[in-house]
């Protein structure tokens, strides 16, 4: 089993910038992948960034240039930093721990509000 519990969400306005981080404790071991996730109110959850334990990066289109996912893996934590934020980037955002395709764990997610 893997915990991942995120932090850093909150209120910004569009053009700033906040650093989510989260934390994975448990079989952390078995994590083949870190990443981050977005769910927006009537719309599905979506790829927001996802850090593989080799180094790969995978960026959603929606934020690619703007958003850099990077990891501290003495530390178990991957961190999202997020430039140029855009109101269309308001989401609970949630942090996933992969341990195989199909077996994912999940935070209990972190608000970001973005105001025009």
């Known amino acids: 089993q893997v915990q991942v519990v995120e932090s850093g969400g909150g209120l910004v306005q569009a053009g700033g910038s906040l650093r989510l981080s989260c934390v994975a404790s448990g079989s952390t071991r078995t994590i083949k992948s870190l990443g981050w996730y977005r769910e927006a109110p009537g719309k599905q959850r979506e790829l927001v960034a996802v850090?593989?334990?080799?180094?790969?990066?995978t960026y959603g289109d929606s934020v690619k240039g703007r958003f850099t996912i990077s990891g501290d893996n003495a530390k178990n934590t991957v961190f999202l930093q997020m430039n140029s934020l855009k109101p269309e980037d308001t989401a609970v955002y949630y942090c996933?721990?992969?341990?195989?395709?199909?077996?994912?764990?999940w935070g209990r997610g972190t608000q970001v509000t973005v105001s025009s």
């Open positions: 850090l593989s334990t080799s180094g790969d990066t």
């Open positions: 996933m721990g992969r341990v195989r395709l199909g077996t994912e764990y």
